[in-house]
């Protein structure tokens, strides 16, 4: 009798032991299956780009940023890009004369509302920054009419607000970086006249963006020709370039490579490794254009880390942050949700555009 239930109980065992088998199988299996269908699907897409934008040659960025039903629409556009981007990049672009920006406290995101209450949150907000000691707004275009964001920078210009402008496509698969360049200079006619300088690009158009596609030939002259239509409106207003500072290794720095640039945009240079004197001293040995326009995410990097996010203690961190960086008679721009967009943030709903943000009540919690 106990010989059976040994015998019973070992073959329970076996089978639950298959069981637990066959379904860790069933999901690796699934989950294979599920890959291979995606990069079957990336294959497909990419495929129908290449019909589809014909001898629109964009290199790797073919397989990130372009889309077949794009190359349909667009056509006109694509085309004048690739023509732009196939010649030679223009050199004869001089630098402006950049303002006093050695005490500019500058937030991140002023974008277009879609809504009133996204209206009346971000003057809101930027009333709040202004009373905690904010004096600059970074204007931030995505393609949209820019009539309504036109009337916010000319109210905020006679605020006494400092204004920047750039343009700067959400980081997903949807938005686009080749945009329309009439829309791009009917938009600097009407948002540069109140803004003290221009950065061309920013989010997924900036020079890393294109520089981890692959070719940072190819994103130099992107950007180059964004800095051209700038100069087409506005022959005389400073454009700032971009320098990407990295500490793997020691310092490693990617720096945008055309003519023009009146100051630099410094990006990855404000977490907690780096001394903002001793990265000042560093840009200055290699000579890179002053005056430089420090980015303030945060402790770390949204894809960096695996802390959980505690929006005050990164708000206390980009405030104190930025005042350092005043303090070594340099600019700071402060990205209101440290870099994360719309999207979940360590752990944390957080948003950059302030029509969404509610910094004012998350700096009284306690």
Request: net charge neutral; aromatic share 10%; hydrophobic share 35%.
């Amino acid at each position: 009798m106990k010989q059976s239930i040994i015998l019973i109980s070992a073959y329970c065992m076996l089978h639950a032991s298959c069981c637990l088998a066959q379904s860790a199988y069933e999901a690796q299996s699934a989950a294979l299956a599920q890959r291979i269908s995606t990069l079957k699907g990336q294959t497909a897409l990419y495929s129908n780009s290449t019909a589809a934008c014909g001898n629109l040659n964009f290199t790797s960025w073919n397989r990130i940023y372009i889309d077949p039903h794009l190359c349909r629409r667009d056509r006109e556009t694509m085309t004048w890009w690739n023509q732009e981007l196939s010649g030679p990049q223009k050199s004869e672009i001089k630098a402006g004369t950049m303002p006093d920006i050695s005490n500019l406290k500058m937030i991140a995101q002023v974008v277009t509302p879609r809504t009133e209450t996204g209206e009346e949150n971000q003057y809101a907000e930027l009333g709040y920054f202004k009373s905690i000691g904010f004096n600059g707004a970074l204007l931030v275009w995505k393609g949209e009419p820019p009539e309504t964001l036109a009337k916010i920078a000319k109210r905020l210009q006679a605020e006494g607000w400092v204004l920047t402008w750039t343009f700067g496509p959400e980081e997903d698969n949807e938005s686009r970086n080749f945009v329309d360049p009439d829309k791009y200079r009917e938009t600097c006619r009407q948002i540069l006249p109140y803004c003290a300088f221009a950065i061309p690009a920013w989010r997924k158009a900036t020079l890393i963006h294109g520089i981890s596609c692959g070719d940072e030939t190819f994103a130099n002259k992107y950007r180059a020709i964004l800095a051209n239509l700038i100069r087409e409106v506005n022959p005389t207003i400073p454009i700032m370039g971009e320098t990407t500072l990295r500490s793997a290794n020691g310092y490693k720095l990617i720096k945008s490579a055309h003519a023009g640039t009146s100051g630099n945009i410094v990006f990855e240079a404000t977490y907690k490794e780096y001394l903002t004197d001793k990265v000042i001293k560093y840009l200055r040995q290699q000579q890179i254009t002053e005056p430089y326009l420090f980015l303030v995410i945060g402790p770390r990097c949204y894809s960096d880390t695996d802390r959980t996010y505690i929006p005050q203690d990164a708000l206390a961190y980009n405030l104190k942050t930025a005042t350092v960086i005043n303090q070594n008679k340099e600019a700071a721009v402060v990205m209101a949700g440290g870099g994360g967009g719309t999207r979940e943030l360590w752990g944390s709903e957080v948003s950059d555009d302030l029509t969404k943000s509610n910094w004012r009540q998350i700096a009284d919690q306690k």
